[in-house]
């Protein structure tokens, strides 16, 4: 309960009388009864611990509140402390303070000052190495004294202390926030293409995001893309390309994420993946054969995989049949690459492996090895991987081409055509695959195409050993048949992912550095049309004489890629040192 003083004029003294006749207001002051302030209690004057993590600018000093900011200590409760963050002098005093430079940080040395920036700039390149090779935040815990004894001569591995927190702390508030800010600001800065796919894998390209999605729809999947861009402050009409994989959710013509894409960018280019198709069109082809090809293959692998005895036993045999001593694959359904590499290594083990299976089946008689036997002793068999290893080799070929980190997108349809043309002539006659008709036209499955049985070409290792052979001829013929479904299969389902006749492809082989430098060449029109958010109308007429004036550039004979020219006509300048092609060639 408040306390009220109440307090009475003491009684006056003959002089204070005197005094006070006067002055009769001296009078009136001394019959005043004044009120005073709440007598705060002992309690309320202490300090309290939870007032210290609220007001980061106060203190405690023998008990009692004291704002270092202002120099002063304070009395009363919460509220008051409250008030006193309020006022306009304590406010100013607050940036005095953070704008203040400590005595000790004013008097270190030149010298300490390079240690501790050593320091910082070796935590800082360890966070992104750890980042980028995917390293785990544990190898901190004993990474400080492992340097400090591998380097002991070493003043920064000595101070190197930096744990697995102060590591993941770096990354997070420092390397990340920065490195997202840069590749914000590039991406407002220049058009810019994107590919989206689930991924389990890591990479070292620049990701601005990822995202877990519960449900994987198309609607889910473009509002995460522009909720993507809007979160980072880029503007999403500077996209111009869109790649991904063949999924109807993707790339659905209707409500798929490429149809919602064109509704907000109509000039966006849309290519499907590549390898991804490929791999699709050689899957569907190979499912024409017979099954017990890819059965084998499992058998082998499965046979093997959890026995090191059977795989020491195997290694025997490959020094007596003189085959490298290779491991054996496992043919995957999600890896591209998996089926011709797992062809390859078992011709390559054909021998070895039939020597071992005869053991096994002699010894044991065991069902899988006698299947394994059988179809490594048919001879069939041989033929049909043999000619699955050729063919395989040009698509997996062609598939490593694409994969490349310079960008191909100029001569995509160069190679794809090469490669599509050279298995069409493996089976369709030359007068029809050399004719003037498009190649988008030719339909690969049309039996009147097809050459006579007999000049189907199956490569040379399966047509040699075909030779080497006393099979039948109905045999033969039988084997033949079925390669030639599989080239009209794999052909067909190039056909229905890759449009030869799609004008931007067309378009984009202007580009290719064996022809930019020519005096001849096509105009730039039609690719600007194409794409007319990549430069603007007031520049054109820029483009077009820049485009012209690179017949008179006479680049190095090492230039082969695009990158490499782009990197050099950047760097080219005129006689007063202004840039020759700024509008032509942008970073």
């Not at 877990?212 to 861009?229: D, Q």
């Not at 894409?261 to 017979?290: D, G, Q, R, T, Y």
């Not at 293959?297 to 020094?319: D, G, P, T």
Request: hydrophobic fraction near 35%.
């Amino acid at each position: 309960m408040d306390r009220f003083l109440i307090k009475k004029p003491a009684e006056p003294t003959p002089s204070t009388s005197r005094q006070s006749s006067s002055s009769s207001s001296e009078n009136e002051e001394q019959e005043r009864i004044t009120i005073q302030d709440p007598i705060p209690t002992a309690e309320s004057r202490k300090c309290r611990e939870e007032w210290l993590k609220e007001f980061t600018w106060l203190v405690n000093k023998n008990d009692k509140a004291y704002c270092k900011c202002c120099d002063k200590f304070l009395e009363g409760g919460r509220m008051h402390m409250k008030r006193h963050q309020t006022l306009n002098l304590h406010t100013k005093n607050v940036k005095k303070l953070k704008g203040a430079v400590s005595i000790e940080k004013c008097l270190i040395s030149e010298e300490k000052k390079k240690e501790l920036l050593q320091k910082k700039e070796a935590q800082l390149k360890m966070a992104i190495h750890l980042a980028e090779h995917n390293l785990s935040f544990a190898y901190m815990e004993h990474a400080n004294q492992f340097y400090s004894h591998l380097f002991p001569d070493s003043q920064i591995a000595a101070n190197f202390n930096c744990s697995r927190s102060k590591m993941t702390q770096l990354i997070k508030t420092k390397i990340a926030p920065y490195v997202r800010e840069n590749l914000s600001k590039k991406l407002n800065s220049c058009s810019f293409s994107i590919i989206i796919d689930e991924t389990t894998d890591i990479s070292t390209k620049k990701i601005i995001g990822s995202s877990e999605l519960e449900v994987a729809t198309s609607e889910k999947i473009f509002s995460v893309i522009c909720e993507l861009f809007k979160d980072n402050q880029v503007n999403i009409n500077n996209l111009m390309g869109f790649a991904s994989d063949n999924a109807s959710v993707m790339m659905g013509d209707i409500k798929g994420v490429k149809a919602r894409l064109l509704e907000i960018i109509p000039n966006l280019f849309v290519m499907p993946c590549i390898s991804h198709s490929l791999h699709l069109c050689a899957s569907k082809a190979c499912k024409v054969l017979p099954s017990d090809l890819e059965k084998l293959c499992h058998e082998i692998y499965n046979y093997f995989a959890h026995s090191a005895k059977r795989q020491k036993v195997l290694q025997e045999f490959q020094v007596f049949a003189n085959t490298q001593p290779h491991q054996l694959l496992r043919p995957s359904q999600t890896r591209w690459l998996s089926l011709h590499m797992v062809v390859e290594r078992i011709c390559e083990q054909w021998q070895a492996l039939t020597l071992y299976f005869q053991g096994e089946v002699l010894d044991d008689n065991i069902i899988n090895a006698t299947f394994i036997l059988d179809c490594l002793n048919n001879p069939v068999f041989k033929v049909y991987f043999k000619f699955l290893k050729y063919i395989l080799t040009l698509i997996t070929r062609l598939n490593t081409f694409f994969q490349s980190e310079s960008p191909k997108f100029h001569v995509f349809l160069e190679n794809i055509t090469s490669i599509y043309k050279t298995i069409l002539k493996f089976y369709i006659k030359p007068e029809i695959v050399n004719s003037k008709i498009p190649l988008s036209r030719i339909n690969p499955a049309n039996p009147d195409y097809y050459l006579q049985l007999q000049n189907i070409y199956l490569g040379i290792e399966a047509e040699q050993f075909i030779t080497s052979l006393t099979l039948d001829q109905v045999s033969i013929n039988s084997i033949k048949v079925k390669c030639l479904d599989f080239y009209s299969k794999l052909c067909s389902e190039i056909r229905n992912r890759v449009d030869f006749s799609d004008e931007t492809l067309n378009m984009l082989q202007i580009l290719n550095p064996k022809t930019i430098f020519l005096e001849e060449k096509p105009s730039l029109a039609s690719l600007v049309t194409r794409f007319p958010n990549v430069i603007k109308n007031e520049n054109l007429l820029d483009l077009d004489l820049e485009w012209r004036q690179l017949s008179n550039v006479k680049p190095p004979t090492d230039i082969n890629n695009i990158e490499e020219v782009i990197n050099y006509l950047n760097k080219a300048k005129n006689g007063v040192g202004e840039l020759l092609f700024p509008n032509l060639f942008k970073e």
